[in-house]
């Protein structure tokens, strides 16, 4: 029997990610085949310079495959089997305030961690929202793999807005450290061994590793980390800018206070805020380096594909982000019952931690969505800072529910990179301004 033919819808189709990813699913559609591949943004002129070249690597890879861009939603939502959610919502300009303006107060300034995160979460829930009741209009039966950031937030507002949507929240991280992981101690990647791990997005822990033969694989990665981190040699994958290869190096130190786990990189926002913010350049953050490198190198080459009516000579290349997005694609489609850490409601999967936090586990996924593996009871030490954590980003979630500037506030407060009150205050006071056209407003 022909496998089944989907029809993905790439929301956010302007993003830089998009590129990789078209790539990637030309490339699998051996495993996962195509008989449409849409786009959809909200600025038109964005989208355009990205779909333009897509749709000149479209047609000479898969000319059977029909391709299309659009800014209507019921044109992009219509006759969809897959939405594949990267949105940024306030795009870079906003990122970049997202960094600064916690910089500013001597506090860690991140895209996902601490204030900047909280700053974006409270831009996306509304946009992250429409574009699940669009889908829920006009394809009811697809699903939504949303991995537009800051994933945590945005998961916490979709739990408990949208209760019943076919939306499935990741994460790349895993995948891409898990990758590392892999070539560190000789193997290919990480589909060469499985993994148990526990926590939030962009907050947790690797407790077991073990190959295919069920060999434990920990003390050798564990003996890589302790002495350059998730270094490489000759570092791969989508992580090679110095400001990541600093936060790659920092795992060595984050694995030295739990040396039984492997940490998540993030944790070293929360963990190692003082000397985050120390070495910082706070001039200069990561929105910077990627409006002066991936933006710009993505455009250019989306923009000479264009001039040049060819693709067949270029650079844009799939990535583990894709592989991981595609991976779960087919998962969902043909029922694979593949291995994948996904963000889900806790629902008893660790023990000791609230039946109502969005927290991030491996999933087994099939054609009906994805069930999370059961984690038993987790130490003290992890158990409390989650709950510091999930206490921020669930009342952040709260505040742009209620309009609430208290709310926020304690948001702030709570989190682990913010040192006082006075401090969370001043921070969300120049965060409001900066956010004038996207959140509600508080009182
Ligand atoms: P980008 O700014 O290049 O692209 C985002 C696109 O979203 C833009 O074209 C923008 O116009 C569009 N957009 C913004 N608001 C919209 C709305 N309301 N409706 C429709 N379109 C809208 O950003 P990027 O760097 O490519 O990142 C895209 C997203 O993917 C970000 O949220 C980023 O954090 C996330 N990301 C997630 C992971 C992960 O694994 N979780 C990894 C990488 C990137
Ligand atoms: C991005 O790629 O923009 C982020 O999600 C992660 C990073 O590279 O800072």
Known sequence: MPKKESSILIAGGGSTYTPALVVMLLESLDKLPLRKLKLYDNDEERQKTVAEACKIIIDERAPGVEFSYTTDP?????????VMAQLRVGKYALREQDEKIPFKHGVVGQETCGPGGIAYGLRSLGPIIELVDYMEKYSPDAWMLNYSNPAAIVAEGTRRFRPNSRIIN?????????????????????????????????????????????????????????????????????????????????????HEIEPEFLPNTYLKYYLMADSTVEHANKEYTRADEIIDGREKDVFSECRRITENGT???????????????TDLACALTFNTKERMILITENRGAIANFAYDAMVELPCIVGKDGYEPISMGDIPIFEKGLMEQQIASEKLA?????QGSYLKLWQSLAMNKTVPSIAVAKDILDDLILANKEFWPELK
């Open 74 to 82: 019921e044109e992009a939502f219509t006759d969809v089997d897959i």
């Open 170 to 254: 990741i994460c790349d991280m895993p995948v891409c450290l898990e990758d590392i992981m892999a070539r560190v101690i000789g193997l290919k990647d990480r589909k060469d061994f499985e993994t148990s791990y526990f926590g939030l997005n962009h907050f947790g822990w690797w407790t077991k590793i073990v190959d295919h033969e069920g060999m434990d694989l920990m003390p050798k990665i564990s003996d890589h980390v302790k002495r350059q981190g998730y270094t490489e040699n000759t570092q791969k994958g989508q992580h090679k800018e110095e400001s990541w290869l600093e936060t790659m190096r920092a795992a060595k130190e984050l």
């Open 311 to 325: 693709a067949k000579d270029t650079s844009f290349k799939s990535n583990e982000h894709a592989s991981f997005i």
């Open 397 to 401: 979630v709260d505040a742009w529910e």
